[in-house]
């Protein structure tokens, strides 16, 4: 699973039903059954929980050799995922229920009109910033999205660098959105202009036109 594949310091991992303790899915690097680990402690965290009226358990950490298992409660899941020894259990618990929520969330379809545009403020601000400049750049591209975004900044956000939507946007705002981005587009270039003069804005405007190509 992608998920926990991408997190290095994860060596195996497993998915536990929580209603009836069956093992999903599982991955092992070693000789250690993780699946059937995470499904015996869960199952005693519950028992154990429940008797002593504990409430909530966030987590179980079970420490064996150089390893750490680290067991949590995800909707209708345990995950079970070996770790170093070393390693803190909250910040894994992090970085998986935060790598988990990128992929469960829907791919995000842009109909050209706002694709197209979209493209063009992140070429604008590679033009007009290049290697020296662009965290400048991505700070004025911030300020034009506080100033003249409106509806449209709850669907989007700078992420990696770039200008992306978020979540899909309804279709009947289609047309206000294009309107939302013409203005960032703008106060871009009025900006280029006000900082590098008239003929190198222009420049890479054309730049840009050329790359959209």
Not at 58 to 78: A, E, T
Request: glycine content about 8%.
């Amino acid at each position: 699973m992608e998920a926990f594949d991408k997190i290095k310091e994860i060596r195996s991992y497993a998915l536990v039903n929580t209603e009836d303790g069956s093992v999903e899915l599982e991955k092992s690097a070693g000789n250690v059954q993780i699946g059937d680990l995470t499904a015996f402690f869960s199952s005693a965290g519950e028992v154990i929980r429940d008797s002593l009226l504990m409430g909530t358990i966030k987590c179980l950490s079970l420490c064996y050799g150089d390893n750490r298992l680290v067991i949590f409660p995800h909707q209708s899941k345990y995950i079970g995922v070996e770790i170093p020894r070393g390693l803190e259990p909250v910040e894994i618990i992090d970085k998986v229920l935060a790598s988990l929520t990128i992929e469960e969330k829907p791919k995000v379809e842009l109909p050209r009109s706002l694709s197209s545009k979209v493209k063009q403020i992140n070429l604008l601000v590679d033009e007009f910033g290049g290697a020296d400049k662009k965290t400048r750049w991505l700070d004025l591209l911030k300020q034009g999205l506080d100033v003249l975004g409106g509806d449209l900044l709850p669907f989007v956000g700078i992420i990696n660098e770039e200008l992306s939507f978020k979540n899909n946007p309804p279709a009947e705002k289609e047309d206000d959105f294009v309107q939302g981005l013409r203005s960032i587009i703008d106060f871009l270039v009025k900006k280029a202009v006000e900082e590098m003069g008239s003929s190198q804005a222009r420049a890479k405007v054309q730049a840009v036109i050329e790359r959209m190509k």
